[in-house]
């Protein structure tokens, strides 16, 4: 049955294969031409890109070739030209870029009356700065000074092309007092500090007092008792003890309670102004694991005892061995919130601690789910874990339409030639107009040719979870392999770890930095580049995973030995870094794994490190070991070596083997 499973899947992955690159095959001449192309728009040399767009002119790409002609030409280009342009590229992935940069360029170059003429509809700050000048210019002036008001009332600084528009809006006598106040309280919310001492200037003199001691307890929080126990009873007196209290409460929620003991006396506060405190006090007492924070959760008034607190109050009783307010926690939560898989498995956990008879039906009813809790909830009652496999079955009709449809066959061909953003932008609009069936049929079309990303997404958004060769490919199956044995870490482990980070794109690029399939930072890659000499040629480098994965698979190895083989602290760390790892240890308690990890302040690391094992036992499943990562690192008391793979049904879950052996 497992043999031809597997050769089952392998012929529904062979024809994807078939079909993405029958499309694509006449196309690498094409391709080369235009990746030259666009490295000569990079570099300004137009005559090239114009030489490239007389090569293509059939080509579906051809037109961001002339789209980055006339970005490149954009002072030069008359307005009808590039006006008529993006009229034919509407919905295109460069029009929205192209027609920012085309309006700006108006404003800079003082035609505005064709500014006037094609602007009116852009959200783009600059373009409507430009757009208030031009009509101030012009005369045309009723309704300008409440579009420059919206553009005023921010909490940061906007652009230097603004300044003028503000000049003039000035002279009709704005902003008012109040709306200066309304911009020096977005300004201290945003943490624009600088900003907010400017602002003090469009502030009455009582304003002002307030703001300059807004701004020395932003400074100075230690100082607010001294310096509050000297104002009157006035609203701005009152704001100010509740902003500044709650802000000091998720840093210090201890001293944070001192003051609001000694200063919940001093002023009148409002009942919304005195729960706003509270509530914030005692959710980071909880976060904090402090034994008393569910009372001073059950202290609040019910509107604001919300799921978030809920679940603090849960995760504080349990990091305090209180299993019994940990199900009062539980039971009041809403139907839907108590029916999440993470609040079944630890309400099961609980009447176990507790030792209630009905804890091993509240497992059982879990423990059918291919989840990270679902499979805790079968390690707890010694049992195979749960996967079933949802098989896919390619459809040669709808993948021939989809490969004739001109914006789908634009976002594969913008994967191909490496253009990422605008491969997602389009992919993006093509996906929402698609039915499900041809959905899953576009799934299979991207994983066949390696757009991994997309096709893990998208099979997500339709439910079908349980098609794991598809959402748990295993790409570079030889580098993983020799890498893993020459550092020794379980592949299950690099694979869940991958999937987790990048969702194998060798692309990934993160908002802080990281980068390629093991979402490395180029500071780290050079660190362990230098320390297992292997190679790192810069930050580019990471983005080929015959550089990232080496690195990657070596940095785990580091993380493994300093951890001692724990990997929910290997994972802990690649998330939030060694040094808040090394804070929680030292400051909060070191409970059962699955406790400590439950009750991690980080909500990115406590969803991060469940995904990275619940991932990582999927891989067990498809390299064919024994599902022991989840076990070993979250209930070790529980290891069964024993334990295999089942459908819930009861049938051995076939397991799919890239090639037998191969992780032997």
């Known amino acids: 049955m497992a043999v031809m499973a597997s050769l089952m899947r392998l012929k529904v992955l062979l024809l994807t294969l078939l079909l993405s690159s029958l499309a694509m095959a006449d196309r690498p001449a094409e391709r080369e031409q235009f990746r030259d192309g666009w490295q000569a728009a990079s570099r300004g040399d137009w005559a090239a890109v114009q030489a490239a767009i007389e090569a293509l002119p059939d080509y579906p790409l051809t037109s961001f070739l002339r789209a980055e002609l006339k970005r490149g030409q954009i002072d030069r280009v008359a307005p009808g030209e590039i006006s008529a342009f993006l009229d034919a590229h509407r919905g295109w992935s460069f029009a929205a870029g192209l027609e920012t940069a085309w309006l700006r360029s108006l404003g800079q170059r003082g035609d505005f009356a064709s500014l006037q003429g094609h602007g009116r509809a852009s959200r783009d700050t600059e373009v409507r700065c430009w757009l208030a ?98 104002w009157p009873d006035h609203p701005e007196a009152r704001r100010l003890v509740v902003l500044s209290l709650q802000r000091l409460a998720r840093s210090d929620w201890q001293r944070a309670d001192a003051y609001w003991e000694s200063l919940a006396p001093r002023f009148r506060f409002p009942a919304e102004e005195r729960a706003a405190v509270e509530r914030e006090i ?21 509107p604001v005892q919300d799921q978030q607190m809920l679940e603090w109050r849960a995760r504080s009783a349990m990091a305090n061995g209180d299993w019994q307010q940990v199900l009062k926690s539980i039971e009041r939560m809403s139907p839907p919130d108590q029916a999440q898989g993470r609040w079944r498995y630890w309400r099961a956990r609980a009447l176990a601690e507790l030792e209630r008879p009905e804890a091993a039906a509240a497992f059982a009813s879990l423990a059918s789910e291919a ?40 976002a594969l061909e913008l994967h191909q030639v490496g253009l990422m953003h605008h491969a997602r932008l389009t992919w993006a609009s093509a996906w929402r107009r698609l039915s499900d069936e ?90 362990v580049a230098r320390r297992n000499g292997l190679p790192f040629n810069g930050n580019a480098g990471l983005m080929d995973p015959a550089i990232n994965i080496p690195l990657g698979v070596a940095h785990l190895a580091e993380l493994q030995a300093r951890y001692d083989g724990q990997w929910i602290f290997v994972a802990a760390a690649y998330n939030a870094g060694i040094n808040a790892v090394s804070r929680w240890l030292r400051d909060r308690p070191l409970n059962d794994p699955d406790v400590w990890l439950e009750t991690l302040p980080f909500f990115e690391t406590r969803d991060y490190v469940p995904r990275v094992l619940a991932f990582a036992t999927i891989y067990e499943w498809l390299i064919e070991r024994q599902p022991q990562v989840l076990a070993a690192n979250i209930l070790p008391g529980r290891v069964n070596g024993q ?14 083997s890239a090639r037998p052996g191969d992780f032997e």
């Open 438 to 527: 041809d959905r899953h049929q576009a799934a299979l079309l991207a994983a066949g040719q390696g757009w991994h990303d997309r096709s893990i997404a998208a099979l997500g958004a339709l439910g079908t979870l349980q098609a794991y060769p598809w959402r748990f490919p295993m790409i570079e199956q030889a580098r993983v392999r020799s890498y893993s044995e020459r550092w020794r870490v379980n592949p299950a482990l690099v694979y869940g770890l991958m999937r987790a980070e990048s969702a194998m794109q060798p692309d990934a690029l993160s908002p802080a930095g990281a980068r390629g399939l093991l979402q490395l930072m180029p500071g780290t890659a050079s660190e």
């Open 282 to 302: 005692a959710l980071f007492s909880a976060v904090a694991l402090h034994p008393d924070a569910p009372v001073r959760i059950d202290a609040l008034p019910a």
């Open 643 to 656: 334990a295999g793979f089942q459908c819930s049904e009861g049938i051995p879950a076939p397991r799919q």
């Open 133 to 230: 000048r031009a009509d101030i210019q012009s005369g045309a002036t009723e309704g300008v000074a409440a579009r420059i008001a919206e553009l005023w009332l921010v909490g940061r600084s906007q652009p230097a092309v603004c300044d003028p528009a503000f000049a003039w809006w000035r002279t009709q006598g704005h902003p008012s007092t109040e709306q200066g106040q309304q911009r020096f309280t977005l300004a201290m919310q945003a943490g624009q500090v600088g900003l907010a001492r400017y602002l003090t200037r469009y502030l009455t003199h009582e304003q002002r007092e307030w703001a300059e001691r807004w701004l020395t307890v932003h400074a100075r929080p230690d100082a607010l008792p001294a310096l509050a126990a000297q």
């Open 371 to 410: 989840t990270y809790h679902g499979f805790l909830a079968a390690i707890w009652l010694g049992q195979d874990l749960s996967l079933c496999e949802q098989s896919l079955g390619a459809d040669a009709g709808i993948q021939d339409r989809l490969l004739a449809d001109a914006e789908f066959t634009r």
